[in-house]
């Protein structure tokens, strides 16, 4: 369903041609491989594949080697499955190599992730998901408090913005 979602957003924008997939290695990244290409095939068939490739999970400390990769094969956008430190580490190295290229990810509007991907993720990342929940608005409890907040009803696409914009 994740994937799907992705799907959508990569079936309105025109623009990509090709697309870079980057995941970590273990099982959800094969997986999110694995189906980005399913999707592909049958939702953007004119779409190239321009890599595929996983790296260890939580032991990267500089994408600049799979940032040169990526520019070099000439994918205008990556889809990964990355989350926490490594999805903040891939899309700063990308800021800061002057790669322009969009960055289509479940994880990029999770907790935390905003202030983890600062201004690297400015119009960078892009999330999507369907919740396939259709109940109204409720009342969640909060961490910190133990009050009661309106929930925020989820929007379908988030595109990165400056938390002061």
Sequence with gaps: MRMDALADALEDDR???????LNQDYSFGH??????????????????IAGDEFHPIGRVKDFAPYIAKIRAS???AVITGNWG??????????????L?????????NSLGAS?????????RVISRWRTGIRTPPARLP?????????????????????ACH
Excluded: C, H, M
Excluded at 15 to 21: D, E, R, S
Excluded at 86 to 97: G, H, M, S, T, Y
Excluded at 100 to 108: L, S, V
């Design 74 to 76: 000439g994918a205008d």
């Design 15 to 21: 623009a990509v041609k090709k697309v870079y997939l």
């Design 85 to 98: 430190n490594d999805l903040a580490l891939l899309v700063k190295a990308a800021r800061e190599q002057g």
């Design 142 to 162: 909060t961490r910190i408090t133990g009050r009661s907040a309106p929930a925020i009803p989820l929007r379908r696409t988030t595109i990165w913005w400056r």
């Design 115 to 123: 202030a983890a991907l600062g201004d690297a993720g400015v119009k």
């Design 31 to 48: 997986d999110v491989s694995r189906e980005a290409q399913r999707a592909l095939r049958a939702r953007r068939p004119d779409i190239a």
């Design 100 to 108: 322009d290229t969009k960055f289509y990810t479940f994880y990029g």
